[in-house]
C-alpha cells in the first residue's frame, strides 16, 4: 500500500520530464476550462488550499499554508490549462513500457495533489532552449497515521517514482533549511527519462495534513541561483 501513498513528487516528475518538450514545442493555445475540483480524501475539507492562493503581481499568497513568496517578475506563470497539457505529455513519457496496474496507480495519485502554481524561465508556449527551468509548489493530502516526517514523505515518493519509466536517485543526505523561520527537509535528486537527465531540489514541510512541496527543476547552476533568490523570499505568518 506504500507506493500508493505520496504522489506530489510523482506529479512533479511528470511535470518536469515534459518541462523540455514544452520548451520545444508550444502548448496548443485553447480557452482554458475551468478546474475541475479534486475528490477529497477521507476527512479532508472540500475547499482545497489553491482555492487560499492568489497571485498578484509577481508576489503569491496562500492563506490556508499562511505564506507569501515573490516570484521572478520576468518568469512566466503557467496557466491551468497548459499544466494539464504539460503533465499529460509527462505522464506518457513515464507510463511507456510499464503495466498497466502501475499506469492506473500513477493515474489515480496524481488527481489527489493540488497544483498552487508554477512558473518557467521561458514561456511555454513559445519556442525555447531545449530545457526549461521550472519552479512549482505542490499541496497533497497525506495519511499522517503512515507518513510522519518528511523523510518517510520522500523514502516513499523515490520508491514510487522508480516503478516507473524514470529513475531518481538522491545526490546528497537529506537535509533540514530554514525558509521564512520554519524548518523544510531539503532533498537533490537526480532524474533520468530516457534520454533526458536533469536535477531537481525539493523543500518538504509537512502542515495541516499536507505534504507541502516547494520544487524546481533545472540544469546548470545559473537557474539553480535564480530559483533559490526566489525560495528565500518566502514568509509565514
Known amino acids: 500500500m506504500k507506493r500508493l501513498l505520496t504522489a506530489t513528487l510523482l506529479a512533479t516528475l511528470l511535470t518536469a520530464t515534459a518541462a523540455a518538450v514544452a520548451a520545444r514545442t ?4 485553447e480557452p482554458p476550462p475551468p478546474p475541475a475540483p479534486l475528490p477529497p480524501a477521507a476527512g ?4 482545497l488550499p489553491s482555492a487560499q492562493g492568489r497571485l498578484v503581481g509577481s508576489t503569491y ?14 518568469w512566466a506563470a503557467i496557466d491551468y490549462a497548459t499544466r494539464r497539457q504539460i503533465n499529460e505529455a509527462g505522464r506518457a513519457a513515464l507510463q511507456e513500457g510499464i503495466p498497466q496496474r502501475t499506469k492506473e496507480m500513477m493515474d489515480a495519485t496524481t488527481a489527489r495533489v493540488d497544483n498552487l502554481f508554477s512558473v518557467s524561465k521561458y514561456d511555454v508556449n513559445k519556442p525555447g532552449p ?11 493530502r497525506i495519511p499522517t497515521a503512515v507518513v510522519k516526517t518528511e523523510k518517510d514523505y520522500v523514502t516513499i515518493a523515490l520508491r514510487t517514482i522508480n516503478q516507473t519509466a524514470a529513475k531518481a536517485e538522491l545526490t546528497a543526505p537529506l537535509r533540514t533549511e530554514m525558509l521564512g ?10 532524474l533520468t527519462v530516457g534520454p533526458r537527465m536533469l536535477a531537481q531540489r525539493y523543500y518538504v514541510r509537512l502542515s495541516k495534513g499536507y505534504a507541502l512541496a516547494l520544487v524546481y527543476s533545472y540544469v546548470d547552476e545559473e537557474d539553480l541561483q535564480a530559483v533559490k533568490e526566489m525560495v528565500k523570499t518566502i514568509r509565514f505568518k
Open 130 to 140: 531545449e530545457f526549461n527551468a521550472l519552479l512549482m509548489c505542490l499541496a497533497e
Open 61 to 74: 499568497t496562500n492563506d490556508f499554508f499562511g505564506f507569501t513568496i515573490s516570484l521572478n517578475p520576468t
Open 44 to 47: 479532508q475539507a472540500r475547499q
Open 181 to 190: 523561520g520554519v524548518a523544510f527537509t531539503v532533498a537533490d535528486m537526480k
Open 26 to 29: 508550444p502548448a496548443r493555445q
